[in-house]
T-cell receptor, first 114, second 113 residues
Framework: DGGITQSPKYLFRKEGQNVTLSCEQN?????MYWYRQDPGQGLRLIYY???????QKGDIAEGYSVSREKKESFPLTVTSAQKNPTAFYLC?????????????FGSGTRLTVV | GNSVTQMEGPVTLSEEAFLTINCTYT??????LFWYVQYPGEGLQLLLK?????DKGSNKGFEATYRKETTSFHLEKGSVQVSDSAVYFC????????????FGRGTSLIVHP
Protein backbone atom coordinates (compact mmCIF):
# COMPACT_ATOMS: atom_id res chain seq x y z
CA ASP A 1 0.00 0.00 0.00
CA GLY A 2 1.17 3.51 -0.74
CA GLY A 3 1.89 5.92 2.04
CA ILE A 4 4.36 8.09 3.88
CA THR A 5 6.97 6.66 6.23
CA GLN A 6 8.57 8.85 8.87
CA SER A 7 11.51 7.68 10.93
CA PRO A 8 12.47 7.45 13.65
CA LYS A 9 9.24 7.57 15.67
CA TYR A 10 11.12 8.97 18.69
CA LEU A 11 14.35 10.98 18.58
CA PHE A 12 16.43 12.53 21.32
CA ARG A 13 18.78 15.41 20.68
CA LYS A 14 21.52 16.79 22.85
CA GLU A 15 22.11 20.51 23.08
CA GLY A 16 24.11 21.82 20.10
CA GLN A 17 23.52 18.74 17.99
CA ASN A 18 22.02 18.54 14.50
CA VAL A 19 19.51 15.76 13.83
CA THR A 20 17.80 14.64 10.64
CA LEU A 21 14.25 13.37 10.39
CA SER A 22 13.42 11.08 7.49
CA CYS A 23 10.30 11.27 5.31
CA GLU A 24 9.78 8.86 2.40
CA GLN A 25 6.67 8.45 0.23
CA ASN A 26 5.70 5.98 -2.48
CA UNK A 27 2.57 7.80 -3.61
CA UNK A 28 4.23 9.44 -6.60
CA UNK A 29 3.29 12.82 -5.12
CA UNK A 30 5.26 15.83 -6.30
CA UNK A 31 4.57 18.10 -3.31
CA MET A 32 5.85 17.42 0.20
CA TYR A 33 5.56 19.39 3.43
CA TRP A 34 6.99 19.52 6.93
CA TYR A 35 4.89 20.68 9.88
CA ARG A 36 5.68 21.20 13.51
CA GLN A 37 2.98 20.48 16.09
CA ASP A 38 3.05 21.89 19.62
CA PRO A 39 0.29 21.39 22.19
CA GLY A 40 -2.50 23.90 21.69
CA GLN A 41 -0.89 25.48 18.63
CA GLY A 42 -2.05 23.29 15.81
CA LEU A 43 0.25 22.72 12.84
CA ARG A 44 2.84 25.21 11.67
CA LEU A 45 4.49 24.94 8.27
CA ILE A 46 8.28 24.66 8.31
CA TYR A 47 9.21 23.98 4.67
CA TYR A 48 7.53 22.70 1.55
CA UNK A 49 8.63 21.44 -1.83
CA UNK A 50 6.46 21.25 -4.91
CA UNK A 51 9.07 19.72 -7.20
CA UNK A 52 12.41 17.95 -6.99
CA UNK A 53 15.39 20.22 -6.31
CA UNK A 54 13.17 23.09 -5.22
CA UNK A 55 11.78 24.02 -1.81
CA GLN A 56 10.34 27.05 -0.06
CA LYS A 57 10.36 28.34 3.50
CA GLY A 58 7.17 28.13 5.48
CA ASP A 59 6.15 30.18 8.49
CA ILE A 60 8.80 28.90 10.93
CA ALA A 61 11.83 27.87 8.84
CA GLU A 62 14.51 29.38 11.10
CA GLY A 63 16.76 26.69 12.58
CA TYR A 64 15.66 24.06 10.06
CA SER A 65 16.96 22.91 6.68
CA VAL A 66 15.68 20.51 4.01
CA SER A 67 16.71 18.91 0.76
CA ARG A 68 14.72 17.42 -2.12
CA GLU A 69 17.09 15.39 -4.25
CA LYS A 70 14.55 12.68 -5.01
CA LYS A 71 10.82 12.80 -5.53
CA GLU A 72 10.28 10.18 -2.84
CA SER A 73 12.34 11.78 -0.09
CA PHE A 74 12.17 15.07 1.85
CA PRO A 75 14.43 14.93 4.93
CA LEU A 76 14.33 17.64 7.57
CA THR A 77 17.41 18.65 9.56
CA VAL A 78 16.88 20.34 12.90
CA THR A 79 20.01 22.39 13.47
CA SER A 80 21.59 23.65 16.67
CA ALA A 81 20.23 27.09 15.73
CA GLN A 82 16.72 25.88 16.56
CA LYS A 83 16.48 26.85 20.22
CA ASN A 84 13.30 25.04 21.13
CA PRO A 85 13.11 21.93 18.95
CA THR A 86 11.09 19.69 21.27
CA ALA A 87 7.89 19.00 19.31
CA PHE A 88 6.01 16.51 17.18
CA TYR A 89 7.04 16.72 13.50
CA LEU A 90 4.71 15.70 10.70
CA CYS A 91 5.49 15.14 7.04
CA UNK A 92 2.76 15.30 4.38
CA UNK A 93 2.45 15.00 0.63
CA UNK A 94 0.04 15.87 -2.16
CA UNK A 95 -0.15 16.33 -5.89
CA UNK A 96 0.54 20.00 -6.69
CA UNK A 97 -2.40 21.83 -8.13
CA UNK A 98 -4.68 19.12 -6.77
CA UNK A 99 -4.97 20.31 -3.22
CA UNK A 100 -8.67 19.67 -3.30
CA UNK A 101 -7.88 15.96 -2.97
CA UNK A 102 -6.39 16.48 0.47
CA UNK A 103 -3.06 15.58 1.95
CA UNK A 104 -1.51 12.34 3.14
CA PHE A 105 0.38 12.46 6.43
CA GLY A 106 3.04 10.29 7.97
CA SER A 107 2.75 9.04 11.54
CA GLY A 108 5.15 11.63 12.90
CA THR A 109 8.46 11.89 14.74
CA ARG A 110 8.55 13.07 18.33
CA LEU A 111 11.78 14.99 18.98
CA THR A 112 12.95 15.68 22.52
CA VAL A 113 15.94 17.70 23.66
CA VAL A 114 17.82 16.04 26.51
CA GLY B 1 -4.03 35.81 4.15
CA ASN B 2 -5.91 32.59 4.76
CA SER B 3 -6.96 31.47 8.23
CA VAL B 4 -9.08 28.84 9.94
CA THR B 5 -10.72 29.26 13.33
CA GLN B 6 -12.03 26.34 15.32
CA MET B 7 -13.89 26.21 18.60
CA GLU B 8 -11.61 25.59 21.53
CA GLY B 9 -11.72 22.28 23.31
CA PRO B 10 -11.81 19.97 24.89
CA VAL B 11 -15.30 18.97 23.93
CA THR B 12 -16.52 16.35 26.38
CA LEU B 13 -19.56 14.23 25.54
CA SER B 14 -21.27 11.05 26.64
CA GLU B 15 -21.54 8.17 24.20
CA GLU B 16 -24.43 8.57 21.71
CA ALA B 17 -24.56 12.35 22.17
CA PHE B 18 -24.74 14.75 19.22
CA LEU B 19 -21.49 16.41 18.19
CA THR B 20 -20.85 19.80 16.63
CA ILE B 21 -17.39 21.30 16.19
CA ASN B 22 -17.49 24.78 14.71
CA CYS B 23 -15.10 25.92 12.00
CA THR B 24 -14.99 29.22 10.15
CA TYR B 25 -12.49 30.34 7.57
CA THR B 26 -11.04 33.33 5.76
CA UNK B 27 -9.67 32.84 2.26
CA UNK B 28 -8.74 35.03 -0.67
CA UNK B 29 -10.03 32.63 -3.32
CA UNK B 30 -12.41 29.69 -3.52
CA UNK B 31 -10.91 27.11 -1.20
CA UNK B 32 -11.51 23.44 -0.71
CA LEU B 33 -12.32 22.57 2.90
CA PHE B 34 -11.31 19.54 4.95
CA TRP B 35 -11.65 17.88 8.28
CA TYR B 36 -8.76 15.76 9.53
CA VAL B 37 -8.65 13.51 12.59
CA GLN B 38 -5.61 12.75 14.73
CA TYR B 39 -5.54 9.86 17.18
CA PRO B 40 -2.99 9.96 20.03
CA GLY B 41 0.60 9.62 18.88
CA GLU B 42 -0.33 9.43 15.22
CA GLY B 43 -0.40 11.62 12.13
CA LEU B 44 -3.48 13.23 10.65
CA GLN B 45 -5.99 11.30 8.55
CA LEU B 46 -8.36 12.90 6.09
CA LEU B 47 -11.90 12.51 7.43
CA LEU B 48 -13.97 14.35 4.84
CA LYS B 49 -13.81 17.18 2.33
CA UNK B 50 -15.87 19.58 0.24
CA UNK B 51 -14.61 21.42 -2.79
CA UNK B 52 -17.35 23.97 -3.54
CA UNK B 53 -20.16 25.88 -1.92
CA UNK B 54 -23.11 23.80 -0.65
CA ASP B 55 -21.18 20.54 -1.02
CA LYS B 56 -21.61 18.15 1.88
CA GLY B 57 -18.69 15.94 2.85
CA SER B 58 -19.42 12.78 4.82
CA ASN B 59 -17.55 9.78 6.18
CA LYS B 60 -17.97 7.34 9.10
CA GLY B 61 -21.14 9.13 10.26
CA PHE B 62 -19.48 12.56 10.27
CA GLU B 63 -20.80 15.34 8.04
CA ALA B 64 -19.89 18.92 7.18
CA THR B 65 -21.47 21.35 4.71
CA TYR B 66 -19.51 24.05 2.88
CA ARG B 67 -21.38 27.30 3.64
CA LYS B 68 -19.95 30.13 1.59
CA GLU B 69 -22.39 32.73 2.91
CA THR B 70 -21.26 32.16 6.50
CA THR B 71 -17.71 30.98 5.60
CA SER B 72 -18.23 27.93 7.76
CA PHE B 73 -17.62 24.18 7.65
CA HIS B 74 -18.96 22.80 10.93
CA LEU B 75 -18.39 19.13 11.72
CA GLU B 76 -21.36 17.11 13.00
CA LYS B 77 -22.12 13.56 14.05
CA GLY B 78 -25.45 12.33 15.28
CA SER B 79 -24.22 9.77 17.80
CA VAL B 80 -20.60 9.72 18.97
CA GLN B 81 -18.73 6.67 20.19
CA VAL B 82 -15.82 6.33 22.61
CA SER B 83 -13.65 5.44 19.62
CA ASP B 84 -14.29 8.92 18.16
CA SER B 85 -12.14 10.44 20.91
CA ALA B 86 -9.38 12.29 19.04
CA VAL B 87 -8.27 15.74 17.93
CA TYR B 88 -10.11 17.18 14.92
CA PHE B 89 -8.55 19.73 12.59
CA CYS B 90 -10.37 21.93 10.12
CA UNK B 91 -8.28 22.97 7.11
CA UNK B 92 -8.50 24.77 3.80
CA UNK B 93 -6.61 24.57 0.55
CA UNK B 94 -6.72 27.64 -1.65
CA UNK B 95 -5.59 27.66 -5.27
CA UNK B 96 -4.68 31.30 -4.78
CA UNK B 97 -2.25 30.13 -2.11
CA UNK B 98 -0.64 27.46 -4.28
CA UNK B 99 -2.72 24.84 -2.46
CA UNK B 100 -0.58 25.12 0.67
CA UNK B 101 -2.93 23.89 3.39
CA UNK B 102 -3.92 26.12 6.29
CA PHE B 103 -4.98 24.36 9.48
CA GLY B 104 -7.00 25.37 12.50
CA ARG B 105 -5.58 24.77 15.98
CA GLY B 106 -7.49 21.54 16.47
CA THR B 107 -10.33 20.59 18.80
CA SER B 108 -9.95 17.74 21.24
CA LEU B 109 -13.00 15.47 21.58
CA ILE B 110 -13.38 13.23 24.61
CA VAL B 111 -16.25 10.74 24.63
CA HIS B 112 -17.14 8.99 27.87
CA PRO B 113 -18.96 5.61 28.02
Amino acid sequence: DGGITQSPKYLFRKEGQNVTLSCEQNLNHDAMYWYRQDPGQGLRLIYYSQIVNDFQKGDIAEGYSVSREKKESFPLTVTSAQKNPTAFYLCASSRPGQGNYGYTFGSGTRLTVV
Amino acid sequence: GNSVTQMEGPVTLSEEAFLTINCTYTATGYPSLFWYVQYPGEGLQLLLKATKADDKGSNKGFEATYRKETTSFHLEKGSVQVSDSAVYFCALSDPGGSYIPTFGRGTSLIVHP
